[in-house]
């Protein structure tokens, strides 16, 4: 029975070594993965903030441009502005200009304009002055003379 229980006891203490050995093996390969794990979440990260960054100077340039894009707009419309605050002193001096002239020799004149200047010069003028040289104008040229009546009485865009 001693020899029975040793052998038990052998078989225990070996298995426990055998158990103990396959334990470290499986400590030391998780070990292995679990640092492989890390480098890898190491990488990704790394990746990760190279994108962060170029996506913030992304961003920078973008608002940036928009920026510039906002400065060429208002200097666009400053322009603008500045062309029909000309435009518009150009038509009123014209206004004066054509209520000072007889209304045949002012038709004459509006025939030879564009109908859109004729027709703004036409809506500043007095209405009786306007009506003088529209009634001129039809005699001259009754299809321009229609032609701006209809945008006379149409809504100005």
């Known amino acids: 029975m001693k020899i029975r229980f040793l ?3 052998l078989l225990i203490s070996f298995g426990s070594l055998l158990y ?5 093996i499986n400590i030391q390969q998780l070990q292995k ?3 492989a794990k890390e480098k890898q979440l190491a990488e990704k990260e790394k990746a990760l903030n190279e994108k962060e960054k170029r996506l913030k100077t992304l961003e920078a340039d973008l608002n940036a441009k928009q920026k ?3 400065e060429i707009r208002n200097t666009i419309q400053k322009i603008y502005d500045d062309l029909k605050g000309v435009d518009d002193e150009n038509i009123d001096k014209l206004v004066k200009t054509l209520s000072n002239t ?3 020799s002012a038709a004459a004149i509006i025939e030879k304009m564009d109908d859109n ?3 703004k010069v036409l809506k500043r003028m007095d209405p ?11 005699k001259s040229n009754p299809e321009k003379a229609a032609k701006i009546s209809g945008q006379l009485i149409s809504p100005q865009r």
Do not use: W
């Open 33 to 35: 993965s679990l640092q």
């Open 68 to 70: 510039e894009l906002e």
């Open 128 to 138: 009786k002055k306007s009506g003088a040289i529209m009634t001129a104008l039809g």
């Open 20 to 24: 103990a050995e396959d334990s470290l």
């Open 117 to 119: 200047q004729a027709v």
């Open 7 to 9: 052998v038990l006891i």
């Open 102 to 104: 007889k209304p045949k």
